[in-house]
C-alpha cells in the first residue's frame, strides 16, 4: 500500500487508466472522439511527465528547498516586526508634532515607559530619558491628552516620574468655563480610580460637572492650558466642609507607555527668576 500512497505514483496510474478508457472509447471510431482522445493522452502524459520530473528530485534537494522557504518566512516574519515598530514609531512622532506645532514655545523630549514602581500607591513610573537628554528635576510630563505628572528625580538615562494621582503634584489650576482658580493636587482616596481633584476653590465657585481643569501657569512649573481632565463630581471635605472637584484626566495614567518630556516652555521657572532678581 506504500507503494500507491506516493504521489508520483498515483498521478501516473491515473494517467495510464485515463489513457485505457479513453482508447476504448475512441475504437468506435467516431473521428471526432477519436481526436479528442488523441488531445487528452497528450496532455495526461504532459501532466505525468511533469510528475515525474518532479517526484526525481533528490532528498537533499528538498531538505535543501524546505530550509530555503523557512528562512523566506523568518525574514518575511522579521519584515513584518519591523513595518509595525515603524508604523507604532510613526503614530508616536506624530503625535509629538501636534504638540509642538500647537506649542512653538515647548521644547520637548519624548519618552517610554520602562518600569512602574509597585512600592508606590501613587503610580509612578520612570521613562529611558535622562539628563543626557536635557531633563530636569520638576519638568512636567504630558501626552497628546494633557499633564501626566512631574520629574521627580533624574540620573543620566533615565528619570522617575511622580503623576498626577499624587499628593506631592500641586499644580495652579482653572475651570475653563468659569475661570475659577483651584489647584490640581492627587488624593489617595481617588488614586485607583485614576482621578485627581481640583482643591483651593473658593465656596461660591460655579464648578460643575463636565467643566475642563487646565493648569494656570501661575509659578512657573507648568505652562498655561495645559488639559488636566474633566470635572466628574463635587464634594465637601467631611473635616472642614471645603469644596473641591473629583478630576478625571483624559489619561489612563496607571496603562500610559509613552510622554513627552517639557524641558522648557515660556515663563518656565518665572517665580524662581523673579525670587532672584529681588535678592539681588
Known amino acids: 500500500m506504500e507503494f500507491f500512497s506516493d504521489k508520483k505514483v498515483k498521478i501516473i496510474s491515473i494517467t495510464v487508466i485515463a489513457v485505457i478508457v479513453l482508447m476504448i472509447l475512441g475504437a468506435a471510431g467516431n473521428p471526432v472522439l477519436s481526436s479528442g482522445v488523441n488531445f487528452l493522452t497528450k496532455g495526461l502524459f504532459q501532466v505525468s511527465a511533469s510528475a515525474a520530473k518532479e517526484g526525481d528530485k533528490t532528498y537533499d534537494e528538498l531538505i535543501s528547498e ?3 522557504l523557512k528562512k523566506e518566512a523568518a525574514d518575511l516574519r522579521t519584515q513584518l516586526v519591523d513595518y509595525y515598530d515603524l508604523k507604532e514609531e510613526n503614530a508616536r512622532l506624530w503625535k509629538y508634532y501636534k504638540i509642538k506645532k ?17 512600592s508606590q500607591d ?4 520612570s521613562i529611558d530619558v535622562g539628563t543626557s537628554s536635557g531633563v530636569s528635576v520638576s519638568d512636567p510630563v504630558i501626552t497628546e491628552n494633557g499633564l501626566i505628572g512631574f520629574i521627580s528625580s533624574v540620573n543620566a538615562v533615565s528619570s522617575k516620574v511622580t503623576t498626577i494621582l499624587s499628593p506631592d503634584l ?24 485614576n482621578k485627581t481633584t481640583f482643591t483651593k476653590i473658593d465656596a461660591n465657585a460655579e464648578v460643575k460637572k463636565g467643566d475642563i481643569i487646565t493648569t494656570s501657569g501661575i509659578g512657573g512649573i507648568y505652562p498655561e492650558n495645559l488639559i488636566v481632565g474633566k470635572v466628574s463630581d463635587i464634594k465637601y471635605d467631611k473635616y472642614d466642609a471645603a469644596k473641591y472637584a473629583v478630576v478625571t484626566p483624559y489619561e489612563n495614567i496607571k496603562k500610559v507607555t509613552d510622554v513627552v518630556v517639557l524641558t522648557d516652555f515660556k515663563n518656565k521657572g518665572e517665580i524662581k527668576r523673579i525670587s532672584e532678581k529681588e535678592d539681588n
Do not use: C, H
Open 66 to 68: 524546505n530550509k530555503a
Open 102 to 118: 500647537d506649542n512653538a514655545d515647548y521644547e520637548i523630549m519624548p519618552g517610554a515607559v520602562i518600569n512602574r514602581d509597585s
Open 170 to 193: 500641586q499644580a495652579g489650576a482653572l475651570d475653563k468655563r468659569t475661570k475659577d482658580s483651584g489647584v490640581v493636587a492627587g488624593n489617595a482616596l481617588y488614586t485607583d480610580e
Open 122 to 125: 501613587f503610580y509612578s513610573f
